[in-house]
Structures are given as structure tokens and as C-alpha cells.
């Protein structure tokens, strides 16, 4: 019943809407029975506003009104409202302004962050038009100039391992009025009661995204949190943005899964299956129903070897204790499906430097006798194989 009673009385705010208009001499297009015709809609566009902006502006588009139209524009913000006894949208103290359509049916207007009461990240007005033939809204929100990636290789986004390898985070400082010419002071410090020392290189300038780095040995023993802080100033501004970093023992980046069957091999860098004389097969299933290196691969001096292991190990995932049982254990050229808990670690070598060793571990999920083996393998165990591994 409320909801047809507001339907009711909707309808009759639109009528008495028209018949206002029909009474007034404003050019409003009609329609051949004399009906107020609305011929398009409202549209605005901003130029938004940053922690490190002075300013913004707001363009609308008023496609129903005519040039020389006088629009009042004002700004709402959340305020308490003593008769509601809550928080409401009401117009802002002084920013109410006036300003006229032009030939091109548009309006702008410009507000400094002091006028619109913007101090600071999420707060917001709701900046309003409102003329005799046409209206339009626009919501402005701070926004941080400052973002943060989380640390990456490459593109790719990284856990911090306990390594001397470099990982960085990218960051940019990107006010919405102009390009930003200052540096980034970047500080850290490993535990929240430590003074903040300055991260080497910083500060940074030129080119963004600002390459800040940050590596596993940065972490002292038995501390596994640092806490970083970016800060960057302009028009008068600072905008500074805090983080924090939890590093972890190193690990195989990548679990995969595929089956092979007999005679059939899989690139395991980049978990794509090929034929077994294929130079990219890492791993074939052999007509002796062995996972060995294929034969085109081997031929390029190429080598894989296995160490049996355990399915513990392999979900705990610690690559540093997997290499160390690698190198302590009984390497064979060629590992048995079938054979023990089926799960082996493996180390291929495609070159003579460390990058070029891919240390992984291999868990038998299916056997099925002459046809088949099912599995899953974890691999990468450096920052640098993230450029070749997939």
C-alpha cells in the first residue's frame, strides 16, 4: 500500500510540474499536444581532485537548456541534520554560486579543496546545478595521488622470501590537476617500536613508476614484518601512504597439474605438453613407464634428476628444505610413478648459471598402469625463473 501511495503521489509531482510549465513562458520543447518534452540527459565530467590538488572542476553538459540560462550551483556534504537526528546531504556553507549556460550548452565551475571541505582521503561533496530548464549532479571524492603496488618481479606480484633476490614496488604519484614533478621519500623499519630509516635510493625521481626495492635480507632474524612509508609533496601538500610487508621462508612460486600418457612429454616451465622427441620436452613418460627427460631435450646438454621424497614435503612447500634434501638424497635420472609415496623432487639444468637451475618437486596423483600418469608439480624457486616460468 505505501509503495502505490508513493507511486500516487510521484504522478501528481510530475503533473503539477507540467502544468507549471505550460503556465510559465520558458522555452521548454513540446511535443504536437503541447507536453513538456525532456530531449536528452544531463551529463557532467570533473577533472576529480587528489590529496595533492588545490582544486577541482566540474563541467555539465545541459543538453534541455539554452545559452544565457542561469544555473545555481552549490555543493552538498554529509552533515548532521538536528530534525532527523542523523547525517544528511545538505548544501555546504559558501559554496553556493551562480553561473550561465553557454553557446555550447555547457557550464563549468571550479572550487578549491578549502571551499568543498575536502581535508582529506574519502571525503566527498556532491556538487549540484539547478536551472529553469535543466539540472545535473556530480559526486567529487578525495582520492590519494600516491598508489602503491604490492612488491613484483617484472608485472607479476611477489611473496618476499628470506633471499638476497630484489623484488620492487611501483609507484606512481599522479595528481589530477598536473603531472608530478617532485621526488618520493621512501622510509622503513622492521617492527613497529624501530626508528624509520630511509630505504636506499630513496629519494626517487624522474621516471615512474618509482622502482623502490625491497629483498628478503632486509629482514632481520626473527622479525618478519617491515613497515614501509611513502611520502610525496606538492602545491603545499604531502600525501603519504604506510604499508607493511610480511616475509616468508622461500618457496616453489608455481603449482601445475597435467597427465601424460605413454610416449608423450610436457614442457614443465611452461606446463604445455608436446611429443617426446620434442626439444622442449622437460619430462616424458617413457614406453618403460619412467618419468625421465626427453630425448631431443637431453641431447641439447640438457639434464633432469630425481630424488624420492615425501607428500608432507611437498605441501609444506619450503623450497629451501626440498633443495637441501635434493642435494643430501639418492639422485636417479629417471623416477617410478608407482613407487613409493609417488612424490619426488627434481632438478632440471638448462645452462650454467643459477638461473638456469629449476629446482621442483613432482606428487603422482593418478596411475594408470601402461596408459597414464596424473600430477602436480611445483616449480620456480627464483625471482629470475618468474621471466621464463608460466
Avoid at 53 to 72: C, H, Q, R, S, Y
Avoid at 147 to 171: C, L, Q, W
Avoid at 207 to 220: R, Y
Wanted: proline share 4%; glycine share 8%.
Amino acid at each position: 500500500m505505501k509503495t502505490k501511495m508513493k507511486k500516487i503521489v510521484l504522478l501528481f509531482c510530475i503533473c503539477g510540474f507540467l502544468i507549471s510549465c505550460q503556465d510559465d513562458d520558458w522555452d521548454i520543447p513540446r511535443d504536437e499536444n503541447g507536453n513538456a518534452v525532456l530531449t536528452d540527459v544531463s551529463s557532467t565530467s570533473t577533472t576529480g581532485i587528489s590529496t595533492l590538488d588545490d582544486a577541482f572542476t566540474v563541467t555539465a553538459l545541459l543538453p534541455n537548456a539554452k545559452a544565457g540560462d542561469e544555473m545555481i550551483v552549490e555543493c552538498l556534504q554529509l552533515q548532521y541534520f538536528p530534525e532527523g537526528g542523523n547525517d544528511q546531504l545538505l548544501p555546504l556553507e559558501g559554496t553556493q554560486k551562480t553561473v550561465n549556460v553557454g553557446n555550447d550548452l555547457k557550464v563549468t565551475v571550479s572550487y578549491s579543496r578549502e571551499e568543498a571541505n575536502l581535508n582529506e582521503v574519502g571525503d566527498y561533496v556532491t556538487v549540484t546545478f539547478a536551472g529553469k530548464r535543466d539540472a545535473a549532479m556530480q559526486k567529487i571524492e578525495m582520492v590519494p595521488a600516491t598508489r602503491v603496488s604490492k612488491p613484483k618481479v617484472g608485472n607479476r606480484d611477489v611473496d618476499i622470501m628470506r633471499t638476497d633476490e630484489t623484488a620492487y614496488f611501483h609507484v606512481t604519484v599522479e595528481p589530477k590537476s598536473e603531472d608530478y614533478s617532485g621526488e618520493l621519500i621512501v622510509k622503513r623499519k622492521n617492527g613497529r617500536g624501530e626508528e624509520w630509516k630511509d630505504v636506499e635510493g630513496s629519494p626517487f625521481s624522474g621516471e615512474q613508476p618509482f622502482l623502490v626495492p625491497i629483498k628478503g635480507t632486509d629482514f632481520e632474524v626473527g622479525k618478519d614484518t617491515m613497515y614501509y612509508s611513502f611520502s610525496a609533496s606538492q602545491n603545499s601538500y604531502t600525501d603519504e601512504i604506510e604499508t607493511s610487508v610480511i616475509v616468508r621462508d622461500p618457496y616453489f612460486f608455481l603449482k601445475k597439474s597435467n597427465t601424460l600418457t605413454l610416449g608423450s612429454g610436457i614442457n614443465l616451465l611452461v606446463n604445455q605438453k608436446v611429443a617426446e622427441n620434442d626439444e622442449n620436452a622437460m619430462l616424458v613418460l617413457s614406453d618403460d613407464f619412467m618419468l625421465k627427460g626427453g630425448s631431443s631435450w637431453l641431447s641439447k646438454g640438457y639434464s633432469i634428476k630425481f630424488v624420492s621424497s615425501t607428500a608432507l614435503m611437498y605441501s609444506i612447500n619450503n623450497s629451501n628444505d626440498a633443495i637441501a634434501a635434493f642435494e643430501e638424497g639418492t639422485k636417479t635420472k629417471a623416477a617410478n610413478p608407482a613407487s613409493g609415496e609417488g612424490v619426488y623432487i627434481f632438478k632440471a639444468e638448462t645452462g650454467p648459471n643459477p638461473e638456469d637451475i629449476f629446482y621442483g618437486m613432482i606428487s603422482i596423483t593418478q596411475v594408470i598402469p601402461g596408459s597414464s600418469v596424473a600430477f602436480e608439480y611445483r616449480i620456480g624457486n627464483m625471482f629470475a625463473h618468474l621471466e621464463v616460468i608460466e
